[in-house]
């Protein structure tokens, strides 16, 4: 193990360089919240990366377990992996990490082949966008199971390192995530392990981190800054010369995509990569389409953010590995992050913070000073903030005020460091205190709708929703309750605004074609004609709106004109786990008693916890909690169902496992869940004792299905000889576990009691149900519970997962 950090930076690379003064001194500070203010091109990414793997690396190590990085753009999201991956495969190979090396998993929508949450106490870097990463930070994740949100809750705040790359391009995602920091460093919330937040920019503005909760510190925020040796060392990169021109076209309502084709194509340089940003995907797809027509087949690629992975990779590819002579039409999402160099750069009017990192895609590392490079910049003739949208008109007057100042001169890292540019005033929502404690709930509304985060995410229409598509077959259009849901490569995201209208446009057809959501309490697809954030909807391939080579396109495909559909993606199904109902963890291959699987969820519970270093007083009552998780599963109904796959010879154990499915439980037990009876059991027994309630709270919270309150469901009705309104998810007030023993303990008959649904006391003074996880929550705060919850959840899917495995071994 080399004794400092130079040493292994420069092993991470295959050409052995050596890192910058800044990057050291970063891998020397300590592991707080801090600003990284470092012009673009200078290696941030492996600045942040590799500062914390060596820490890591080091015993008994301060920094956080897991890196979390935060990307303002799709776009970016796979370069960051690729990169972290190649950095820590060659630290292997030179056998600078020692043990299990970090694993890097990206955070998106649909289902995850591996599914980090269940490796709480691993090292991991986890990278997404801020739209994935802090709706699940707020616990409403998108695009994933809502039963899960509570696991990402509590791993992504506790024992992280936060890191928000290029902020100037976040919006409201800055004073959330200061929000979130200030929530974290709270004396009256307990947290595990530190969870510090770093945030890069170069032009960010450390005012909007001044919010309620997260005030300036005295003296300001840490910050990390180019020293005069580090200017030094790369003067070649701060002086790049790259000559700025405001070109002869103006964008206006009237442009005809030609026009720009012909701009471009006169201003690319034979043999070098020409890059071109719009502010709209839909432009972009013009200009695209255009290029082509005029002749440019080959070697002409289109980047933006509503592409599915696989459509959008083979354009990426040519952006970051094509061959030098190219053309690429992108987005705003190239602004932040790609390691590209252009020749020449041709990019609309944008705000200055975006002209600044557009900027630096050209001539990125000097390496065109002899012949110097070119910008070309053209200005918008709008008059109204909705024509410029996502920008203002406000925002593009300074912008443009600047840029013609500085026409005909180098518009190097070193002169655009020296404009300052105030962005106009913006109000922004800011979470407060109190609605992050009602986020910790995540039970829907009486009408099955949640809490909506998306302001605290993004802007205004810059908030998404994702889509997919599969072969519903007509003339119905419609799924059936097997229809699988997406798989990641397949989801495409798509702005709220855009598909709203994609959806009036279907309604307008009134043909039968419609989008779908799961409804996972009555287990069905059903209809919806609203665009909500975060939501993922299925749509019919012959209701369009995509294409595999422009993306997102918005137009509603013709029935008869099969070119007009979109092509579902070829994936491999998977189970639903999005349901009250289903109990998925229930069923493998063969039959498992429930003294076997209890001791393996305390044997995966105590590995967990000896690796972390829980407090006692926190690892008694898991391990407590684990021994009791499952013991619900002991009423009749369920073990009749769960015996019932083995036929005439049942085991005569307990089950935990059933070996397949059987039958089902009675109509009045359809939401049954095993692990509210596991509670309700538990408190039967030890009701009062002390931490009887964090307990409880965990052994009911281990599939996320029964949290915070206890609730009857639609439909929900006790059968007509046991009329009672104490009925909740398939228990009703007074029934029975049996007699049972498992792991050491004998458990005789017990009689479940709902008085705890009820507002206020009991007859003997009890609070409710409500009432005490209000008070649990409050007491060691929502971050610290919903961790707790988490690293029994774990265990137990580890577990049922190593069980299955081994039902499949001969």
Sequence with gaps: MPTDFKAFFSFAFTDRREPYGYQQRLAAEPCISR??????????????IL????????????????????????????????????????????????????????????????????????????????????????????????????????????????????????????????????FRHLAQWLQHGPCPTWWMSATLEDARLATVDHPTPAGG??????????????????????????????????????????????AHVEGQLTLVIVNRVQRAQELYEALQKAGRKDNLAL???????????????????????????????????????????????????????????????????????????????????????PYTLAELKDARAELEKLEGTSVSPEVLGSVKVTPPPVIRPVIRRKDLIDLFDTTPDIAGHDLDISRYIREGDDTDVQVFWRDLGAPDFSPSADTDGPA????????????????????KA?????????DGLREEWKPETRARAGTVYLLDHRAGGYDVHLGWTGEVATLKKESEWASPSAIAAHQKEDSTQRDLLSYTGKPLSLTDHTNDVIAETQLILNTLGLDAKWSAPLLTAAQWHDVGKSFKEFQDMLKSAAGANPPADVLAKSGGRGGSMPPWRKHFRHELASALAWLA????????????????????????????????QPPPDRATDLMARGIIDGDELPEVSWSAITL?????????????????????????????????GPFALAYLETLLRAADMRASAAEAKAATQP
């Design 35 to 48: 600003l990284i203010n470092v012009p673009t091109g200078l290696g941030k990414t492996a600045a942040v």
């Design 51 to 182: 500062a914390w793997l060596w820490n890591r690396q080091q015993p008994n190590s301060a920094w956080s377990r897991r890196l979390v990085y935060c990307l303002p753009m799709r776009t970016l999201v796979e370069q960051t992996r690729d990169e972290a991956e190649k950095w820590i495969s060659n630290l292997v190979s030179a056998g600078l990490i020692k043990g299990e090396s970090p694993k890097v998993h990206i955070l998106m929508g649909g289902e995850e082949a591996e599914p980090w949450d269940l490796h709480p106490e691993s090292d991991a870097i986890l990278i997404g966008t801020q739209d994935m990463l802090l709706s699940r930070a707020l616990n409403r994740g998108y695009g994933m199971s809502r039963y899960r949100w509570p696991m990402h809750f509590g791993l992504l705040n506790n024992d992280c390192l936060w890191v928000l790359d290029e902020t100037q391009l976040m919006g409201v995602g800055v004073e959330t995530s200061a929000q979130l920091d200030g």
């Design 221 to 266: 925020w840490p910050r990390l800054v180019l020293e005069s040796k580090d200017r030094d060392a790369v003067s070649h990169r701060l002086a790049a010369k790259k000559c700025l021109h405001k070109a002869k076209l103006t964008i206006t309502k009237q442009t005809k995509a030609a026009e720009f084709a012909s701009l471009v194509l006169k």
């Design 303 to 389: 980047v933006h953010s509503r592409f599915r992975a696989p459509d959008r990779k083979a354009h990426q590819d040519m952006l970051i590995h094509g061959s030098e002579d190219r053309i690429v039409v992108a987005t705003q999402a190239v602004e932040a992050g790609v390691d590209v160099s252009a020749r020449v750069l041709i990019t609309e009017l944008a705000p200055w913070s975006s002209i600044v990192q557009r900027l630096g895609r050209c001539n990125r590392g000097g390496e065109f000073n002899a012949e110097g490079a070119d910008v070309h910049w053209l200005d918008l003739g709008f008059d109204k903030d909705a024509d410029v949208a």
């Design 488 to 507: 990641r490569d397949e989801l495409c995201r798509v702005a709220v605004y855009r598909f709203q209208a994609f959806l009036d446009k279907l309604k």
């Design 510 to 518: 009134n043909d039968g074609r419609s989008a779908y959501v799961w």
């Design 685 to 716: 027994h030890h009701d009062g004792t002390e931490q009887a309630d964090l307990i409880a709270y965990v052994i009911a919270a281990h599939h996320g299905k029964v949290r915070l309150s206890i609730r009857s469901l639609p439909e929900e």
């Design 748 to 780: 005789p008959k017990t009689t479940l009691r709902l008085q705890l649904m009820r507002m206020g006391s009991d007859e003997n003074g009890r609070p409710s149900w409500l009432a005490r996880m209000i008070a649990l929550r409050d007491e060691i």
